[in-house]
């Protein structure tokens, strides 16, 4: 059974910095382009970034580019967004999912996790 668990969400200031891991199990994690969403946001169906199966891509919103990084380790079958210079628009709960193969039309998943809670404070 396929499952997906973020942590790292929590509480931070503007201008600091967090970072989301996201562990998968249960299914072939390194056939998926991975990706993370933001429950509230209604454009885009929340989409914050992705990462190509490989690593070798990486697409953000445009909202995020230049403050979030995604990654991902293959090996350990982790997907993790580094968050910096937050900002308080940036509060919300983030979630990880298994993109579908038309994920840039739809941004439908496969899977996803429950989510964690990010909140900065200004």
């Known amino acids: 059974q396929a499952q997906l668990v973020e942590s790292g969400g929590g509480l931070a200031q503007a201008g600091g910095s967090l970072r989301l891991s996201c562990a998968a199990s249960g299914f072939s994690f390194s056939t998926y382009t991975m990706g993370w969403f933001r429950q509230d946001l209604e454009k885009d169906r929340g989409f914050v970034a992705a990462i190509f199966k490989t690593g070798g891509s990486t697409y953000y919103a445009d909202s995020v580019k230049g403050r979030f990084t995604i990654s991902r380790d293959n090996n350990k079958n982790t997907v993790d967004l580094q968050m910096t210079s937050l900002k308080s628009e940036d509060t919300g709960i983030y979630y990880c999912?298994?993109?579908?193969?038309?994920?840039?039309?739809?941004?439908?998943?496969?899977?996803r996790g429950q989510g964690t809670q990010v909140t900065v404070s200004s």
């Open positions: 999912a298994a993109l579908r193969h038309n994920w840039h039309l739809t941004y439908e998943y496969d899977f």
